[in-house]
């Protein structure tokens, strides 16, 4: 009976009957709407509980959760597009943009030799000018120079370089956990050690070279992300080690 309970309610939560931040009727009233104990309802709650659809307990009444903007894999590749896809108004504030010689990291990420020159951007991103989230690129030299003809608080990079003829064809992304750092909680307005949704993204171009190694740092009720496979089409997804 639990589970049919449940079923009705993530169907009051979806249709918004029950909508974003509402309080929840009493076990008791609830119990007596559908003609079950309260112990089934306290069951039913425990389910939406766990799935994220509720929060609350522990004295505090039930209220329906405050959903997280889901990043598709379809926009991935833009936080521009992703913004305007829901609804949110794209910005972005640099912080620096500056030619540098690739160290040992980013030249094995970008298939460089060390010391050869790439491009480095520091972009603060907000949604509707709330941040939510910290890009730190890393552009082979070729591209990157580009940057130094583009307003980078204008909009988007690879908008620009798309304009630019420069042929952006896939990605490839990490996506982890990470404690913020000193930078990330300055500019973010959280405290250090605090978690991070971490995406670290290779860009490759239409021949095969990498463009571009980011490390973007979510808040973690800012953003979340999603994949779907089909039969068909399933995506190449793969679990890695923590340490990859």
């Not at 309802?41 to 004295?59: K, M, T, Y």
């Not at 509707?128 to 990079?157: H, K, N, W, Y």
């Not at 370089?161 to 420069?166: N, P, V």
């Amino acid at each position: 009976m639990h589970h049919q309970l449940a079923e009705l309610f993530r169907q009051n939560i979806a249709s918004a009957t029950w909508s974003q931040g509402d309080c929840l009727p009493s076990e008791a009233e609830l119990g007596a709407a559908h003609g079950v104990s309260r112990g089934t309802v306290r069951h039913a709650l425990a389910s939406l509980r766990h799935e994220g659809l509720i929060v609350g307990g522990r004295g505090k009444p039930p209220t329906v959760a405050r959903s997280v903007p889901s990043q598709p894999f379809a926009t991935f590749m833009s936080f521009t597009e992703w913004a305007q896809s829901i609804g949110k108004a794209p910005g972005q504030q640099t912080y620096e943009i500056a030619r540098r010689r690739a160290k040992s990291e980013t030249a094995a990420c970008m298939g460089l030799a060390v010391g050869e020159p790439v491009v480095q951007l520091v972009r603060l991103r907000l949604l509707d000018e709330v941040p939510v989230m910290l890009e730190r690129g890393t552009f082979a030299f070729e591209v990157g120079q580009l940057l130094f003809e583009f307003d980078t608080d204008t909009g988007s990079i690879f908008g620009y370089f798309t304009a630019q003829g420069i042929e952006i064809s896939r990605g490839k992304h990490l996506i982890d956990a990470v404690s913020a750092d000193e930078i990330d909680a300055s500019l973010l307005g959280i405290e250090i050690g605090a978690p991070l949704l971490r995406e670290r993204r290779v860009t490759y171009g239409g021949e095969g070279q990498i463009l571009e190694c980011s490390d973007d740092r979510y808040l973690p009720q800012a953003a979340n992300f999603v994949i779907e496979n089909t039969r068909e089409a399933r995506a190449a997804l793969a679990r890695v080690p923590r340490n990859a």
